[in-house]
């Protein structure tokens, strides 16, 4: 709630310091005063949109500040977190306004937007009057009241549920049917492709072995002699066969030598094993070049479609076999595509069942709510001298979304047979101020520590009237804290806290002073306001009896 507003150099006011109190504060004071400018500088310091020249003349910049005490839980604080501000039990917010008309914000002795303080200020204060298009007489904010009201968190959550449910099917097959369109465009080239692919049948690392083979085979005539040559040399009609001999010798006469030959006949074995082995390679080899001059024309013409292939699709050889399981997979998906579908639409029409059971469900606890508000609404109107007025909650289909397919609306009607309609069109002024007053009455339930302003809310209304008006705004201050800006004095008995609001003049300017009320001086300014400027003992009387009763 509000704790304290600084105001220096805002229009008629030069300094005013203001510390106000939970339960009903009241403003009074004659015509011209200044009690509109406190709610002005209030809305300045909070972002809203208002006057355009504030700075008061021969000052250079004004400022307001207001302090504000937050609860925990109080949902200035996620709007605090959210713009990555500090948060504290006082909330402070500072705005200046400069000659030259710029503005600036702090929050916490933090800079800040003019965004952020708005924001700020739907969580701590709700401002009502004739001319109040920010809350009960704005439609677009009816239902949200009416859930309110009613209760309807639970339902208004399963609506919220099943639209998500809803909007996440829509998207699937949304998406499914594009992509089968898409693939069915597609389709003839998916087939050729596929069919090319499977007839080729490309394996990963083939293109590198073919083209191995196809320079193997197109060397193998100018290598074929040497190798031949080499075979000769190395088998029984060339260095196997001589080794083959020497060893033979050797090994005949190894006996008579004592042992002197043992060494170099070891040497020779393992050379006949070596011999052998390099024979044997070589052959192999030989029998590689032996080939079919069709085995080159067929590699070749491979190697070659493999390369075209990768060329046609844009990749490399080896990732041919990857591309083609990709189209497989695309083709697989268009033959299959008319079944998906059919399941994506079966889960959004039940998504489309279950939105609409709970969309309806939440309808008629609407419903049942606007009987107990318009009930409610009565039961406050008679009190207020309003008990020909109609209050009815219209309750229309509009579009669905995640809040329901509800338009809900706060009309009435202000005599008998008279059409119903919005509040601020059929509702004259004072007739407005009570509506809206037995409306936030009815509305309010626990909004602790939430500021409420209403600024003149007891226009056109006197006597019992007005003496009703001022219980229930004295009844809405024991939840939280009123601000009320009044000329009435039925109202102003109630106050729990009662500040004047008076002009001086010094010099040649005008400035407006606050000064806080208490007993007999609480009196006097009740009794001016029954009797006029002229304050009689009758008078007097007349606001003890006030005030007492």
Request: net charge negative; glycine share 10%.
């Amino acid at each position: 709630m509000l704790r304290a507003l600084d105001i220096r150099d805002i229009l008629i006011i030069d300094h005013l310091s203001l510390a106000f109190q939970p339960g009903l504060n009241v403003l009074t004071g004659e015509t011209g005063a200044g009690k509109s400018i406190l709610l002005d500088a209030l809305g300045f310091v909070l972002g809203w949109r208002g006057r355009a020249e504030l700075v008061r003349q021969g000052a250079e910049q004004g400022e307001v500040v207001a302090e504000f005490e937050l609860a925990p839980g109080h949902a200035a604080r996620e709007v605090l977190d959210d713009a990555g501000l500090p948060e504290d039990d006082i909330l402070i917010l500072r705005r200046t306004n400069s000659r030259d008309g710029r503005k600036s914000a702090w929050v916490n002795d933090r800079r800040c937007s003019g965004e952020v303080l708005r924001r700020l200020s739907d969580t701590l204060v709700e401002l009502h009057g004739q001319h109040d298009d920010r809350g009960l007489l704005n439609p677009r904010g009816h239902r949200a009241l009416l859930d309110a009201f009613g209760g309807l968190e639970a339902p208004r959550g399963a609506v919220r549920a099943a639209w998500r449910d809803l909007r996440a099917a829509q998207a699937k097959l949304e998406e499914a049917e594009a992509d089968l369109e898409k693939a069915r465009a597609d389709e003839d080239f998916l087939r050729h492709a596929v069919k090319e692919f499977d007839q080729l049948a490309p394996e990963p690392g083939e293109e590198e072995e073919l083209d191995r083979r196809r320079r193997m085979m197109q060397g193998a005539e100018r290598i074929r002699e040497d190798i031949d040559r080499a075979r000769a040399a190395l088998g029984p009609d060339g260095a196997e066969g001589a080794a083959g001999d020497a060893l033979r010798w050797l090994e005949g006469v190894a006996e008579k030598a004592e042992g002197a030959l043992d060494e170099p006949i070891a040497a020779l074995s393992r050379a006949l094993v070596e011999l052998d082995e390099a024979a044997s390679g070589v052959a192999r080899f030989a029998e590689a070049l032996s080939f079919d001059p069709s085995e080159l024309e067929a590699a070749e013409e491979r190697l070659f479609a493999i390369r075209a292939l990768a060329r046609k699709h844009g990749v490399v050889p080896d990732d041919l076999a990857h591309f083609a399981d990709d189209l497989r997979a695309r083709l697989a998906a268009v033959d299959a595509g008319d079944s998906e579908i059919a399941g994506l639409r079966q889960a959004t029409e039940q998504a489309g069942a279950a939105y609409s059971e709970a969309a309806r469900a939440l309808t008629e606890a609407r419903r049942a709510a606007a009987d107990r508000l318009d009930a409610a609404m009565t039961a406050e109107l008679a009190p207020l001298k309003m008990e020909r007025a109609a209050f009815a909650t219209q309750i229309a289909t509009a579009e669905p979304g995640p809040g329901g397919q509800d338009a809900v609306t706060f009309t009435v009607a202000t005599n008998p047979g008279a059409p119903a309609g919005a509040l601020n069109k059929i509702a004259s002024g004072g007739e407005l101020s009570r509506f809206l007053l037995a409306l936030k009455v009815c509305l309010t339930g626990d909004d602790s520590g939430l500021t409420m302003i209403f600024d003149e809310i007891d226009r056109g209304v006197g006597g019992a009237t007005a003496d009703a008006v001022g219980r229930r705004l004295a009844r809405l201050a024991d939840q939280g804290q009123v601000l009320v800006v009044t000329h009435s004095p039925q109202v102003a008995a109630r106050a729990a806290h009662h500040w004047r609001v008076a002009k001086r003049v010094e010099g040649e300017q005008t400035l407006s002073t606050v000064t806080p009320l208490e007993g007999p001086d609480r009196v006097d300014e009740i009794a001016r306001m029954l009797a006029g400027d002229t304050v009689t003992p009758e008078a007097r009387a007349a606001a003890e009896a006030l005030m007492a009763g």
